[in-house]
């Protein structure tokens, strides 16, 4: 049974002109990572909410199609239920914060207060992601005078605190740099060793090459391409639709075709070096 | 003297906290300079501090031959225009048109003349169709270009961006490097934040590196690549393709063109 399952789902915003998203289908299985890719406006957004809920409980509409998490469908689920089940860090980090706590450390706990888990799990759960994420030296600032970068940390610490079985990342690392986005794909790694399912929305395709399995390319609302991370992404055709190739295989790519040469084509740095060893030249 | 020259330049915070040790930098109208370090290396005070909107706690800034710190915040950002690292910093109006036009409106431009420069402020940065569009109907990522065309519209000489290609999709980061190259050919200067390394090293040719709040390193982007040392105290890493060609002993290599040049022209796999 697939954990996350959406079967020709359609659904247009209230005020909407089109359908934001229109007879999507897929299937993730527990411990997956699935890279939602496309243009920005293709849909990636409204995917993540319709599989957290929040359409049409928050924005509202009526969807086509079903939704299920782990075999039952979304609407079944109860709020509270919805919130352990799936865990969810939003797009844009300077809206991410509740504003009604003062320090990094409360925020984190906010959503397990909210649970009514007990203070000293508390305390250490929070402890622990405040170690996984690197935020000591931040933990009794504003969460509202903090960076886009460091917020965005501080959301994900929250998201992870209540351990729910599926994380959605919206654009997780979009304000970081190069070495807190390593360690974001680090800890997505390790979500995915525990089982975990995550859903990811991220533009930094050569990190999603190395880190997902499955990828699906939406462009105008639809599913323009889907499979195995390896297939899709080597796949010249994702240009055409306004996804984007890891630099290493659109060099191959292109090296092939200019060449007339069939050489295999990697997916990224270490993939190259597997296939071509240590020495290429 | 340059257009833009930061002499010995440092931000310490009311709280006490130095942002900015000690910075020294120069820029010619004309050019285009990526600024790359990570996180809190001080990127965003510095920019804060050539636009006017933070002033020196010592040494000082000079634009166009005088001291931001002689003139009002509004003089100086008519000469060096800043787009913020989070659009809803700055975006109020509830039209796109009127967003762009607002700085010119308020600054008394003949009604007449509006229209024109904002038509072209709103082109350059691909939002010609969406003028009368609700600045908050766009994705997020969209409105950091009408936040870029409120900058343009003012004419400013030197355009700083800040974070620009965060969270952009390849069409906008195409977008990104259109209007760099266009603003640059104009004769203006443009100083971009970026964390995108491959967008660093195809589209400028100067880079400055900080990292622990003050400038490490500053010179060609070609340059800056090789230096292994730089790029470990940066915390920076070269583009992917430059690390593949990097492990297979082409030092020099930082582009595809480069690399294609480099290899072979026959299979990899015969050679091996």
């Given at each position: 049974m697939s954990v996350i399952s959406l079967e020709h789902v359609g659904y247009r915003y209230p005020l909407g002109r089109e359908d934001a998203v229109h007879d999507v289908s897929f299937q993730v299985e527990q411990g997956q990572v699935c890279a939602l890719l496309g243009a920005n406006g293709s849909g990636k957004t409204t995917i993540c909410n319709l599989i957290r809920g929040f359409i049409p409980r928050f924005y509202r509409g009526e969807p086509t199609g079903q939704v299920q998490l782990a075999g039952r469908p979304v609407e079944q689920y109860d709020d509270a239920e919805l919130t352990e089940t799936v865990g969810y860090s939003f797009q844009n980090p300077f809206t991410q914060?509740?504003?009604?706590?003062?320090?990094v450390r409360e925020e984190i706990a906010y959503a397990l207060e909210n649970l009514g888990v007990e203070r000293e799990a508390m305390a250490a759960r929070v402890d622990a992601m405040i170690d996984l994420l690197h935020l000591d030296d931040i933990a009794d600032a504003n969460p509202l005078e903090l960076s886009g970068g460091q917020r965005q940390r501080v959301a994900i610490a929250a998201v992870l605190v209540t351990d729910p079985p599926i994380v959605v990342l919206d654009e997780p690392t979009s304000q970081l740099d190069p070495q807190s986005t390593e360690d974001v794909f680090n800890i997505i790694a390790l979500l995915k060793r525990q089982g975990k399912t995550v859903i990811l929305v991220e533009h930094k395709i050569d990190l999603v090459a190395r880190y997902s399995d499955l990828v699906i390319l939406m462009e105008g609302g639809r599913v323009a391409m889907s499979g195995p991370a390896r297939r899709v992404l080597t796949d010249p055709q994702v240009l055409d639709h306004g996804g984007q190739l890891p630099e290493v295989t659109r060099f191959f790519l292109e090296r092939n075709k200019k060449l007339g040469l069939n050489d295999p084509v990697p997916l990224s740095v270490e993939d190259a070096i597997k296939r071509y060893g240590r020495k290429g030249a | 003297m340059a257009y833009l020259e930061l002499d010995k330049v440092g931000y310490t915070y009311p709280n006490g906290y130095q942002a900015l040790r000690e910075v020294s930098l120069s820029c010619e109208l004309g050019e285009a300079v990526a600024i790359i370090g990570r996180n809190g290396a001080g990127k965003t005070t510095m920019v804060k501090l050539m636009n006017g909107l933070l002033k020196p706690t010592h040494g000082r800034v000079m634009v166009d031959g005088t001291s931001t710190d002689q003139e009002d915040a509004a003089h100086v950002a008519a000469k060096v225009g800043y787009v913020f690292q989070n659009p809803d910093d700055q975006i109020f109006q509830d039209s796109i048109r009127r967003e762009i036009a607002y700085g010119l409106v308020k600054k008394h431009v003949a009604r007449d003349r509006i229209g024109g420069r904002v038509a072209w402020a709103a082109e350059v940065c691909g939002l010609g169709d969406s003028l009368d569009s609700h600045p908050y109907d766009l994705p997020f990522s969209q409105r950091k270009f009408v936040t870029i065309a409120s900058a343009l519209v003012m004419d400013p000489q030197v355009l700083i961006l800040d974070e620009p290609t965060a969270g952009q999709d390849r069409a906008a980061t195409d977008l990104l490097a259109g209007i760099i190259q266009q603003v640059t050919a104009m004769g203006k200067t443009v100083i971009t934040i970026s964390h995108d390394m491959e967008f660093v090293t195809r589209h400028f040719q100067r880079g400055i590196v900080m990292a622990d709040r003050q400038i490490l390193m500053d010179g060609p982007i070609a340059r800056i690549f090789r230096d292994d040392d730089l790029l470990e105290q940066a915390h920076l890493a070269r583009p992917y393709l430059a690390q593949l060609a990097q492990a297979w002993g082409f030092h020099d290599v930082l582009t595809s063109e480069d690399f294609m040049a480099a290899l072979p022209q026959t299979s990899l796999l015969t050679n091996q």
């Open positions: 914060m509740s504003g009604v706590k003062d320090n | -």
